[in-house]
Structure formats: C-alpha cells, structure tokens
C-alpha cells in the first residue's frame, strides 16, 4: 500500500512542499483558502504528518508522558482521564503507561517517553523510591510528581502536586471521633506508599491527642486492592478486637472490607461504620455509598498539568516547589453516629 506524502499532497493541491508544510503547521503566509483546501486533501487522502520527526525540527512536540501504577486501579484511571482531557484543552496529547508498580519498569519507561520526544512527563506514583528515580530523568525532561506534596523531602530540583494525605488522615479521624467512635481500626496502612505513610500519621495524631490508639491493620502487598481489603477486613472481623468504626487507607480497600461484613453478617453502617479515601466513582454507587475522603482528583490533574507545561515554556529557568491541594469530606450512607 502507498503511504500518501507530502509531495503527493503538493501535486494534489498543485503548490509546493513548503506551502503544505505551513499548512499543516498552522504557520507562514498562506490564504485561508488554500489552507484549507490543502487540509482538506490531507484528511481526504489519509495523510498523516509524522509528529516525531517534526519534533525533532521544532523542538517540540505537543505530546506528554504520563508513567502511572496501573490503569486497572479506579483512582489511577480517573485522574489519567483528567489529565487527558485538560492536557488536551492545553493543546497537549498524553502518552499514558503502566509501571505496574515496578522500578525496573518505571526507570524504562522513563527512557522510552524520552526517546519519543515527549515534552514534559508526569509520574503518578505512590512509591516512596520513585523520588531517586525522579531527581535522576528530571534533569534530562521536565518532569512533575503527582501525588508527592509532601513537607519532609528535599524539593530543590523537583515539582510536586498533590493533597495534603496527612490533613485527609486528620479529616478522617476527626469524623469518625465526631460521631462518637472511640474503638477504632485503621485498614490497610502500606510503609511502602509515600501518600499512605503521611495519612497514617496524620490519622494517628488525631487519635492519640484523643488519647485513642487505633488498631492498625498492615498491607503487605504492593499494592492496595479490593482482595487486600478482603483478607484485612476477615482478619479485622475473625481475630482482631471489637472496633465500630474502620477507616481503610483506599476505596478499593474499604470495599474489601465491605465484602468481608457481608459475608460474616457484620451490617454497615449499622454494626460497624466503615470510611474510605479516595472518593473514587465507584465509591458513590448506589447499595455502597461509601463515605471518604475526596482527593480533588480534577484539581491535581490540572495543577500537575499546568505545572509541567509552565516548565516547558521556561526553557530550563523553571521554578521549583510543591503545591499542595486540601482534601475534603465526603459524606455518604456508611457512616453513622454511635449509640451508646
């Protein structure tokens, strides 16, 4: 088959190479007639222009890599569309790809984005090792972590957007304390996670300074997972002390635990007060109505979005820092006060 080229367009349109090169790109003198008629043969033809070479004559490429866990996970998949659709509204594609909680993969996929000429890359991660990786390709592309804002590390040569985890912890225990519930279970805390590190503690220092000490259940795996969720919330229901109310690291976590009372007879809200985090689209279907807390995925989308392209446009003189979005409540069905 015959890829149609630039000069089968020119002949068509019976001007230069160079007339249909300013067509294409929007740019030098050109009547808007013969601009359009020569898009128009370009569409009619199936002529697509090689966004990679042009890169590499302009310097640009209007493409942005996004290195995210896994798609298949709700809340990683939901704020991959925001970042699509706002990136798009900026005049910017996204080339998005799963690490699969992998470092291997995350720093091979770094290299890969860079070799298709992305101009900026954004790395969803809730790894705490990824701040090595990212300080080491950010002096080769701009580069913003979404979902890092946090106070303790070194943000010198780095972006980062995200929420406040520790304030979402504080929200979280602070609700559930509101409601009366003193003997209280934290599901799914992973050390490994750099989101989940700074909400445990900031669910943590709430409880303590009620002078409360959650029982903690870990998560062992990689990952948080509604089957993760599932084991800890039999774990919690077989051998851990009566709790009335659970907050779970994750959404995903907490609908495991949700399993979990439906199968041992436990009803929520009624018996145990179950909360999530995340407020992922599946937390508000109907028969969950999962009360959490609401990490403004749009808003981090684009503040991460914004960031990246502000650093492209800087040409190497960008500024560094950390923008750090507030959390919210979400009210729903799987809460309730305690009676006592």
């Known amino acids: 088959m015959h890829r149609v080229t630039i000069k089968d367009i020119a002949k068509m349109a019976n001007v230069s190479c160079a007339s249909v090169s300013r067509a294409i790109n929007n740019s030098g003198k050109l009547s808007p007639e013969t601009r359009q008629r020569i898009l128009d043969i370009c569409e009619r033809e199936g002529f697509f222009v090689n966004s990679h070479a042009r890169s590499l004559t302009q310097n640009h490429s209007n493409v942005l890599g996004l290195i995210m866990p896994n798609v298949s996970n709700a809340f990683f998949s939901e704020i991959t569309l925001a970042v699509e659709l706002y990136a798009y509204s900026r005049g910017y594609n996204v ?36 701040m090595r990786m990212l300080k080491q390709f950010s002096r080769l592309v701009p580069t913003v972590m979404l979902g890092g804002a946090y106070q303790e590390e070194d943000f010198s040569d780095i972006n980062t957007v995200g929420i406040d985890n520790r304030m979402g912890g504080k929200i979280a225990a602070e609700y559930l304390l509101s409601l009366g519930h003193r003997d209280i279970a934290y599901v799914g805390y992973r050390k490994t996670g750099l989101a989940q590190v700074h909400r445990f503690h900031g669910f943590l220092q709430v409880c303590r300074e009620h002078g409360i000490e959650p029982y903690v259940l870990e998560n062992a795996d990689s990952r948080s997972s509604i089957e993760a969720g599932y084991r800890l919330g039999v ?36 018996d145990l007060s179950l909360m999530g985090f995340d407020n992922t689209l599946v937390s508000s279907l109907p028969r969950i109505e999962l009360t959490t807390v609401d990490q403004k995925k749009d808003v981090m989308a684009k503040a991460a979005v914004d960031t990246l392209i502000d650093m492209i446009n800087a040409d190497g003189s960008a500024q560094y820092g950390r923008h750090v979005i507030l959390p919210s409540l979400i009210e729903r069905n799987t809460c309730r006060p305690l009676e006592r």
């Open 95 to 130: 080339m998005p790809c799963n690490s699969l909680y992998d470092e291997k993969r995350t720093s091979e996929l770094f290299s890969f984005l860079i070799g298709q000429q992305v101009d900026g890359i954004i790395l969803l991660t809730p790894q705490i090792d990824s």
């Open 235 to 270: 774990e919690l229901l077989e051998k851990g002390p009566k709790v009335t109310a659970a907050f779970t690291a994750t959404d995903y976590t907490a609908l495991g635990v949700l399993k979990a009372c439906n199968e041992h007879g436990i009803a929520v809200p009624d």
